[in-house]
């Protein structure tokens, strides 16, 4: 099992196989890829040092060249650790995302694997090398007929993408050893469990729209044992699963789940309900209640904090009032300006495409004692979702936050 806490195959060896060469081939001219620094830089920097340790998975992730998979005028972000707009309201998953699932599915070269919401072809690129055949679904046809495109211009020969309703799952090719799902349904679809082998591995997002979290479940005896793991957020499966879906957020009355930190059902120091968490842990000195989330970061540039979504409709909430409490020390800035903690809401339109960003704070000084604050700010008329993230940005230094409200003012 992965040793990962939170909260998408030879270019380190080429020196020496060149070297291996007789000199009529090293008089050739050689091909350069020029993004090899950046995604060496991206594994280290955000893969690596984040937790996830298996060596076949590593190095499926410093290979697999992500620039091929976003947006042509995406590519030069193509190796921060983020997910990134492909289109018809998907995204391709941040790269440690995909390298987390990938480790916890523990891929086996025999595997016959199902892969549910191949959006890019990104995270079937990735288990390509891992595993025998990987068969993947795309319910979003131009997605997935440009995903197959670039798999195939790739070479990525034992991918077999389709288009259709994963839901349904692929029983034509039943059973396989193991089960990835790319996007988030409520609960498992039966198909699923059903075309999943005895013994067989399977990795999902389940929950609500904006409150998912990664499951792993086993198949023993014809029934699945589950271990809930790290709090997420992906995209909704769409199709039959949206037609089941019982809970639906209310975007008139936007709010936060577990912004006191006092839950914590794994008993793991991971607040839940917050995903994406960096460098915090829960500890017993709060603003009120028992617990609050602490940040604490040594190394310049190297992000501290967490993130929570939730459903908001500009239309009708004009302004958002953000409270929270707080206290701070040895605060520093990180590697660049930008690099201080804060409180940051991203909003999204429809589409979920970016229609603002609000900076509270940032806060460059230290804050001794606890104290509480709040703040209005505007919405943008066309958001539909935010995303808060908080803490310490990428700053050096201790930040403990508690009592984390957001109330709309109509």
């Given at each position: 099992?992965?040793?990962?806490?939170?909260?998408?195959?030879?270019?380190w060896?080429t020196g020496?196989v060149?070297?291996?060469?007789?000199?009529?081939?090293?008089?050739?001219p050689?091909?350069?890829?020029?993004y090899d620094?950046?995604?060496?830089?991206m594994?280290?920097d955000y893969?690596?040092?984040e937790?996830v340790?298996n060596p076949?998975?590593i190095?499926s992730?410093?290979?697999v060249p992500?620039h091929?998979?976003v947006?042509p005028?995406?590519k030069n972000?193509?190796?921060?650790?983020?997910?990134?707009?492909?289109?018809?309201?998907?995204t391709?998953?941040p790269?440690?995302?995909?390298?987390y699932?990938?480790?916890v599915?523990d891929?086996?070269?025999?595997?016959?694997?199902?892969?549910?919401g191949t959006g890019?072809g990104?995270?079937?690129a990735?288990?390509s090398?891992?595993?025998?055949?990987?068969?993947?679904?795309?319910?979003v046809e131009?997605l997935?007929?440009r995903?197959?495109?670039v798999?195939q211009?790739?070479?990525y020969?034992?991918?077999?993408?389709?288009?259709?309703?994963g839901y349904?799952g692929?029983?034509?090719?039943?059973p396989?050893?193991?089960?990835i799902?790319?996007c988030?349904?409520?609960?498992?679809p039966?198909?699923?469990?059903?075309?999943?082998?005895e013994?067989?591995?399977?990795?999902?997002?389940?929950g609500?729209?904006?409150?998912?979290?990664?499951y792993?479940f086993?198949?023993?005896e014809?029934?699945?044992?589950q271990?809930k793991?790290?709090?997420?957020?992906?995209?909704?499966?769409t199709?039959k699963?949206e037609?089941?879906r019982?809970?639906?957020?209310?975007?008139a009355h936007p709010?936060?789940?577990n912004?006191?930190?006092?839950v914590?059902?794994n008993?793991?120091?991971l607040?839940?309900?917050?995903?994406?968490?960096r460098?915090s842990?829960l500890?017993?000195d709060a603003?009120a209640?028992k617990?609050a989330?602490?940040f604490?970061?040594?190394?310049p540039?190297r992000?501290?904090?967490?993130?929570q979504?939730m459903a908001i409709?500009?239309a009708q909430?004009h302004k958002?009032?953000v409270s929270?409490?707080?206290?701070?020390?040895?605060?520093?800035?990180g590697r660049?300006?930008?690099?201080v903690?804060?409180?940051?809401l991203?909003?999204y339109d429809p589409q979920?495409?970016p229609?603002g960003?609000?900076v509270?704070g940032?806060?460059?000084?230290?804050?001794?004692?606890w104290?509480a604050h709040?703040?209005?700010?505007?919405?943008?008329?066309t958001a539909k979702?935010?995303?808060?993230q908080?803490?310490?940005?990428?700053?050096?230094?201790?930040?403990?936050?508690?009592?984390?409200?957001v109330?709309p003012l109509k």
């Open positions: 099992m992965s040793s990962v806490r939170g909260c998408c195959r030879l270019s060896l020496f060149l070297a291996a060469l007789p000199a009529v081939v090293m008089a050739q050689q091909s350069r890829d020029r620094m950046p995604r060496q830089q594994v280290d893969i690596v040092s937790g340790n076949k998975v190095e992730m410093r290979t992500r091929e998979f947006r005028d995406l972000m193509a190796y921060y650790d983020q997910a990134l707009d492909i289109g018809y309201k998907q391709i998953s790269p440690f995302i995909v390298a699932m990938t480790e599915l891929p086996q070269l025999t595997d016959k694997v199902l892969e549910i890019s990104y995270q079937a990735v288990l090398s891992l595993v025998k055949d990987v068969y993947t679904i795309e319910i131009p997935g007929k995903a197959a495109s798999l211009r790739l070479g020969a034992n991918v077999h993408p389709k288009v259709g309703d349904l692929w029983p034509e090719h039943a396989f050893d193991k089960i799902v790319t988030s349904p409520e609960n498992v039966q198909p699923l469990i059903d075309q999943l082998k013994g067989g591995r399977m990795i999902i997002p389940l609500e729209r904006y409150q998912q979290v990664f792993l086993e198949k023993k014809g029934k699945l044992t271990q793991l790290l709090p997420t957020l992906f995209v909704p499966m199709g699963m037609e089941l019982q809970k639906k957020p209310d975007p709010m936060l789940v912004g006191s930190f006092e914590d059902a008993e793991d120091q607040a839940d309900n917050w995903h994406y968490q460098r842990q500890v017993d603003f209640g617990k989330i602490f604490e970061n040594q190394e540039g992000m501290a904090h967490m993130l979504a409709d500009g909430v958002l009032k929270w409490a707080m206290k701070s020390a040895d605060i520093q800035e660049a300006p930008q690099d903690p804060a409180i940051i991203y909003f979920r495409l229609v960003r609000v509270i940032p806060w460059r000084t230290d804050e001794p004692q104290t709040s703040e209005i700010i505007d919405v943008p008329p979702e935010a995303i808060m908080a803490g310490l940005g990428g700053a050096t230094g201790k930040l403990w936050l508690d009592e984390m409200q109330q």
